[in-house]
């Protein structure tokens, strides 16, 4: 849909803009972030930065592309924010997993699970893999939500949350160690 753009009232015009692209922002930042309130609050930036940045749109894109983009930067600088800014526990240690020679403890080894290609199709499974992604620390999660959600290129990312590849790969490393911890514990210990 094409607006006439009131220079005059710009207000008036992004109220106009709430109404119509509201649902559809949330319902992409929920989907990125998977948490209710933070996907209300991102919209809720995103119309606020349209506001102030107003005079700055030319109309060249759809006012839809423009709001898009700009929940996109306020979904990357809220994972960047996570990622600088983790919990007091980081659970960044590792000896859960490892003897200290770095061999796999017999008890923690990786375990075959017995999967179908449809696993996440199903809300339960879908359910249970959110409550592990919560459980992360707030970096892990969001480097993790970046990869594998976003599907981002890791070079991207590191450029995003101000990491070396180093860094971010030990994140992906660790992150995954727990996340297969819990779900062994949640979901496939009970199959």
């Not at 209300?40 to 030319?58: C, I, K, N, W």
């Not at 306020?74 to 061999?103: C, M, V, W």
């Not at 999660?141 to 070079?155: I, S, V």
């Amino acid at each position: 849909m094409q607006f006439v753009m009131d220079r005059n009232n710009p207000a008036a015009m992004v109220q106009c803009w709430v109404e119509l692209y509201t649902d559809e922002l949330y319902t992409w930042a929920f989907y990125k972030t998977n948490k209710k309130e933070t996907a209300e609050d991102l919209v809720q930036d995103t119309f606020l930065a349209a506001y102030q940045g107003f005079d700055r749109f030319s109309g060249k894109s759809e006012v839809k592309t423009w709001l898009f983009s700009i929940l996109h930067n306020k979904i990357a600088e809220h994972y960047r924010k996570q990622y600088k800014n983790p919990a007091a526990n980081t659970g960044t240690d590792l000896s859960y997993f490892f003897e200290p020679d770095g061999e796999w403890k017999k008890e923690e080894r990786p375990q075959a699970w017995d999967t179908d290609a449809a696993l996440l199709d199903d809300p339960a499974f879908t359910s249970v893999l959110n409550k592990c992604m919560d459980q992360l620390p707030a970096h892990w999660n969001a480097a993790m939500k970046l990869k594998y959600l976003e599907d981002k290129k890791g070079e991207l990312i590191c450029q995003e949350l101000e990491i070396t590849p180093s860094n971010f790969w030990q994140v992906l490393h660790r992150a995954k160690l727990q996340l297969r911890k819990c779900l062994e514990l949640h979901w496939f210990k009970n199959k």
